[in-house]
């Protein structure tokens, strides 16, 4: 089913889901059992990232180098593939302009296509190891909105996919400031999406203000929160790094005190989120968003004390 056509139709709010393909080596049985868990909660769909293609360079006897494809990781699609046939579940792989011709876009759609996938989280991507910023692939596309535009154009128009887009609550950092981060998410609406699922935020008001700065822009889609528990004293100074997120003085603060306590840093993080998501659907949002990371025992207990 699509996510569109989901969000129209549920009466109240439903928890999403996102898990990391797992690394290479983990049988099919290990990964549906990772994730069974969640589905106590009958999860509408299940939304699976995907990374781009990693190179290494080997020196050959002659002493010239070659270059190699590494992928550590079992795929997006494959991963989508055992979910839907352990549970009969509807997944959203991500898709990322990074790494792929347009040509090579176009075959990966008829692949979804093919497997009976209905939607799609369309994404720029990221940088690769050695990059300050994106570097397009030759042939391929430079913006989301480009890539959306693409997916809607497939097969001639066919309304296969429904589409997701990311938003950022506290601006992307390659952009100079938030409205002209909106403005670029206004595009990738205008070329065809369907909903926004936002960048982890710690501070609800950050998302309600980001919210109303998007109605103001004329984005009329639904805008889905994504949230994360902290689980580490680490991730106080790793996330903002990687992110380029904020994460308020009181919840910092109730780390700093638990010292090097990590159980009671985890209890913290997973109380916050639980008060973060409790509030959140009291403020009447369409869904929540969890990015997982493959973990499944904070997530569950956040899903039973909200949903």
């Known amino acids: 089913m699509k996510i569109r056509d989901i969000l129209k139709e549920s009466k109240k709010a439903f928890p999403s889901l996102e898990i990391v393909p797992p690394m290479k080596g983990i049988t099919n049985a290990e ?7 969640f589905m106590e909660f009958s999860p509408k769909y299940i939304n699976v990232t995907c990374h781009r293609d990693e190179y290494e360079f080997r020196q050959e006897p002659g002493g010239t180098f070659s270059r190699h494809l590494v992928r550590n990781k079992v795929s997006e699609v494959a991963v989508c593939g055992a979910l839907m046939s352990a549970y009969r579940i509807d997944v959203v792989p991500h ?17 979804l296509k093919f497997m009976g996938i209905e939607n799609i989280m369309a994404l720029r991507g990221d940088c690769i190891v050695g990059e300050k910023r994106f570097v397009p692939t030759e042939g391929g596309y430079r913006y989301a ?8 154009a497939f097969e001639k128009g066919s309304d296969i996919f429904s589409i997701g887009v990311g938003g950022y609550p506290e601006k992307h950092f390659e952009a100079p400031n938030i409205e002209t981060d909106i403005e670029n998410l206004k595009k ?10 936002t960048q982890m935020f710690f501070d609800n008001r950050v998302f309600y203000d980001y919210v109303d700065k998007c109605r103001a822009a004329g ?3 639904p805008v889905i929160p994504g949230l994360k528990p902290l689980t580490t004293a680490r991730q106080v100074s790793l996330l903002p790094e990687s992110f380029s997120i904020d994460i308020p003085v009181e ?3 109730e780390i ?18 639980i008060a973060q998501c409790r509030d959140l659907l009291a403020h009447g949002v369409p869904a929540v968003h969890f990015y997982t990371m493959g973990k499944a025992g904070n997530i569950v207990r956040i899903l039973r004390e909200c949903f």
Request: overall charge negative; proline content about 2%.
């Open 188 to 197: 990738k609406v205008d070329a065809g999406a369907d909903y926004i699922i």
């Open 31 to 37: 990964l549906v059992e990772s994730v069974r868990p």
């Open 145 to 152: 909105n480009e890539l959306v535009e693409a997916i809607c």
């Open 251 to 253: 919840l910092t603060s």
């Open 95 to 111: 898709m990322i302009c990074g790494g792929s011709t347009a040509d090579e876009i176009d075959s990966k759609l008829s692949d």
């Open 256 to 273: 700093r005190a638990a010292g090097d306590n990590r159980e009671f840093v985890y209890q913290i993080g997973t109380d916050w989120c």
């Open 219 to 221: 984005i009329t889609v």
